[in-house]
């Protein structure tokens, strides 16, 4: 079985693969504190009931990388694939300077090229708030990066001295009656006219309709207040274009070994 691993800002999810089907999901808090021990007890906890017999590793925190690299490898026995742009990304990166693409936006990138139509935007709803874009020839070209919702409340809390920390949910309109309320409608609205308002520009540039796939824990929330619905909400597109990115490296890698 496969295990994938997507090591965010805020949290670490897991998905383990036999095959093609996701069988099941995890998500641990990503603590840097926690030791190589720790994390080794952690895996060894979750996939009792499984046979991992291959892992790869997407990563943007850089303190907990080699850390958990080293925790699977040790309690797998195997040598984890960890993404980056050294190796087959599936698709051409066409930045500026390639090697600044996160580890989860080229695995968003991969799995909408293999999903979906193109050209594709994928929103990806983490710590920030992202667009991965695929462009009519496969390649990725790029995207947008902004505050997520959980951060922008956060910041509004931090860095005001008045305004409350507001739990997320729906934000029943848009002029609000009181503090709580003012602030769901900046946040949650606010995200959504930016996404509606930066999904037409990127098309204008683009020069062409785009298939528009919604990724991250608030893609269903945000999804009630665009002008222009989600075509596809896919919860586990990063775990899928990670699978997709290991079995594409795996096989260079048997190709080599066969040379």
């Keep these: 079985m496969l295990l994938t691993a997507d090591i965010g800002n ?3 999810t897991l998905g383990i693969f036999d095959e093609s089907a996701l069988v099941e999901e995890f998500r641990l808090a990503s603590d840097k504190d926690l030791s190589l021990e720790e994390y080794e007890v952690l895996l060894k906890s979750l996939f009792k009931n499984y046979s991992v017999d291959g892992c790869i590793i997407s990563s943007v925190v850089e303190e907990l990388t080699k850390k958990f690299k080293s925790a699977v490898d040790n309690v797998f026995k195997l040598d984890a694939i960890v993404l980056s742009t050294n190796i087959n990304t599936g698709v051409k990166i066409c930045l500026d300077n390639p090697e ?3 580890a989860d936006r080229i695995a968003n990138a991969a799995g909408a090229y293999v999903l979906y139509n193109h050209p594709v935007i994928v929103v990806d709803f983490g710590t920030a708030t ?3 874009i695929v462009n009519n020839k496969g390649e990725f070209i790029g ?6 919702i959980m951060s922008q409340m956060k910041a509004l809390n931090k860095f005001t001295s008045k305004l409350p920390q507001t739990d997320v949910t729906i934000s029943n309109s848009a002029i609000g009656h009181n503090t709580n309320d003012a602030i769901l409608s900046g946040v949650i609205r606010g995200t959504a006219c930016m996404i509606d308002g930066l999904v037409e520009q990127c098309e204008k540039e683009l020069g062409e309709k785009a298939v528009l796939v919604a990724t991250g824990g608030y893609s269903g929330l945000i999804a009630n207040y665009l002008k222009r619905p989600f075509d596809f909400i896919n919860p586990t597109l990063t775990l899928e274009g990670l699978r997709y990115l290991y079995e594409l490296n795996a096989v260079s890698k048997l190709q080599e070994v066969s040379h």
């Design 130 to 132: 992202t667009f991965d």
């Design 100 to 102: 600044e693409a996160g």
């Design 10 to 12: 805020t949290s670490i």
């Design 143 to 148: 995207g947008v990066i902004s505050l997520g």
